[in-house]
Antibody, heavy 120, light 110 residues
Framework: EVQLLESGGGLVQPGGSLRLSCAASGFTFSNCIMNWVRQAPGKGLEWISVITTSGSSTYYADSVKGRFTISRDNSKNTLSLQMNGLRPDDTAIYYC?????????????WGQGTLVTVSS | EIVLTQSPGTLSLSPGERATLSCRASQSVAHNYLAWYQHKPGQAPRLLFYGASIRIAGIPDRFSGSGSGTDFTLTIRRLEPEDFAVYYCQLYGDSPPLHTFGQGTKLEIK
């Protein structure tokens, strides 16, 4: 069974940092392009970052560029998101999502999400 | 950058009725690289269609996707109670990728 399990969310002060993780199981993680997507309270889904299968290429939405860094460890089947310079408008549920292939395809699999709250 | 606009924002219908959800792109979507997702509160979003009309295995055939170019539609033929959720369209496949989502359509029970 395909499973994506996010962790690392919590309450952080504005300007602070947080590192999210996504543990993958039930599929060949190294063959999948992975993404982070977030949903702010009362808002829709927002794609924020993608990383290729090898980790050699990464892309970001303008809203997080320069503050967030996506990475992966294929030996540990883990996706990460380092979030620095957090702002109140970064408050959201953060989902990891994967495409089962080496193209920028649709998101076949999703985790349940982890909540990040940025507040003083 | 392509912007996706979904309409209506909220759709109030009764079980058994037909739902028609629209997703309009500000520019033509290459190769019809458009996906639809269903999202229920407290759950992970679920991929329904890719390529505008290719149904994911396990999705009931009362769901259908159609369209090309700039206009896309998700149709649910006879609503079941479990179909009430928020539905999103999404672009994919660009390089560099900008996996833009539409703002969503909330399908609620009337």
């Amino acid at each position: 069974e395909v499973q994506l399990l996010e962790s690392g969310g919590g309450l952080v002060q504005p300007g602070g940092s947080l590192r999210l993780s996504c543990a993958a199981s039930g599929f060949t993680f190294s063959n999948c392009i992975m993404n982070w997507v977030r949903q702010a309270p009362g808002k829709g889904l927002e794609w924020i970052s993608v990383i290729t299968t090898s980790g050699s290429s990464t892309y970001y939405a303008d809203s997080v560029k320069g503050r967030f860094t996506i990475s992966r460890d294929n030996s540990k089947n883990t996706l990460s998101l380092q979030m620095n310079g957090l702002r109140p408008d970064d408050t959201a549920i953060y989902y990891c999502a994967g495409h089962r292939g080496n193209t920028y395809g649709p998101f076949d699999d999703w985790g349940q999400g982890t909540l990040v709250t940025v507040s003083s | 950058e392509i912007v996706l606009t979904q309409s209506p924002g909220t759709l109030s219908l009764s079980p058994g009725e037909r739902a028609t959800l629209s997703c309009r792109a500000s520019q033509s979507v290459a190769h019809n690289y458009l996906a639809w997702y269903q999202h229920k509160p407290g759950q992970a979003p679920r991929l329904l269609f890719y390529g505008a009309s290719i149904r994911i295995a396990g999705i009931p055939d009362r769901f259908s996707g159609s369209g090309s170019g700039t206009d896309f539609t998700l149709t649910i033929r006879r609503l079941e109670p479990e179909d009430f959720a928020v539905y999103y369209c999404q672009l994919y496949g660009d390089s560099p990728p900008l996996h833009t989502f539409g703002q969503g359509t909330k399908l609620e029970i009337k």
